[in-house]
């Protein structure tokens, strides 16, 4: 394995985890930022390990992907050598739809899937997106657009040099998202456990329920106070939220 291109960060090894939680990041983020309180702020009994994506964090330099299997199989090829304790997945928004075709690839690939998926802030992928492309928006309609949704600081916004950064990733990762092939055969063998934002205007409960068509097991819907960004906006109380629920269920 090419650990120069890993998609793996590991900010605070556990060699003696009981499991490893994996963690997928939201569209125009780094995950060793999104994550970084997360892998010494939860149980001990968890490695937390972040999977940070191309052209972005450590990996500025490498080119962007533009389609969900890509991105999924160069996850797999970096953490199928992981996979010898109980592991665990964590997405949101874009985050959620890698998570769950990787669980889906893996499932097919070498017959294992994670214990429990963890799903935050994205509508189930059966259900066709309404409204704007968001990948194919010129940049000062993207810009527009990424101020409405609230999730990005107005200075980066008003920064035209850092723009010429972020925006490439952040239509990368919407193109990712917005030309997922969702197919009838995913259906996964694990339970779900979704959280979303109570005051969440892009994502209802309804389309986070409909999560609940994809697994044969067990299902969780968890709304926490916020909007679509609270797992940052709200980090801390979210992580105690989190980790409650994640050592309730570690036994299943």
């Not at 304790?85 to 075709?101: R, T």
């Not at 979704?194 to 205007?201: A, L, S, T, W």
């Amino acid at each position: 394995m090419n650990l120069s291109k890993s998609c793996i960060i590991n900010l605070n090894p556990r060699p003696n985890a009981n499991g490893r939680l994996f963690c997928f990041p939201y569209a125009g983020s780094s995950a060793s930022v999104v994550y970084r309180k997360w892998t010494s702020n939860l149980s001990p009994q968890f490695e937390v390990i972040p999977i940070e994506l191309p052209g972005r964090g450590s990996r500025i330099q490498e080119e962007l992907k533009h389609n969900v299997q890509e991105v999924v199989e160069e996850i797999a090829e970096s953490i199928i050598p992981l996979l010898n304790k109980p592991f665990y997945f964590f997405g949101h928004s874009m985050g959620a739809l890698i998570s769950f075709k990787l669980a889906n690839y893996l499932k097919h690939k070498i017959g294992m899937q994670p214990k429990i998926l963890f799903l935050s802030a994205h509508r189930a992928p059966q259900i066709l997106k309404t409204g704007l492309i968001m990948h194919k928006l010129n940049d000062e309609e993207l810009k527009v657009e990424l101020k409405n949704l609230k999730g990005m600081d107005e200075k980066i916004l008003e920064n035209d040099e850092l723009m010429e950064i972020f925006l490439p990733i952040i239509k990368a990762d919407y193109e990712v998202c917005e030309t997922y092939p969702f197919s009838d055969n995913e259906i996964l063998d694990i339970p779900f456990i979704v959280f979303g934002g109570d005051k969440d205007e892009g994502i209802s409960v309804d389309e986070l329920k409909e999560w609940k068509q994809l697994t044969t097991k067990s299902f969780q819907l968890h709304l926490f106070a916020g909007d679509h960004f609270y797992i940052m906006k709200k980090q801390e109380e979210f992580l105690k939220y989190f980790n409650n629920i994640l050592m309730k269920n570690f036994d299943l």
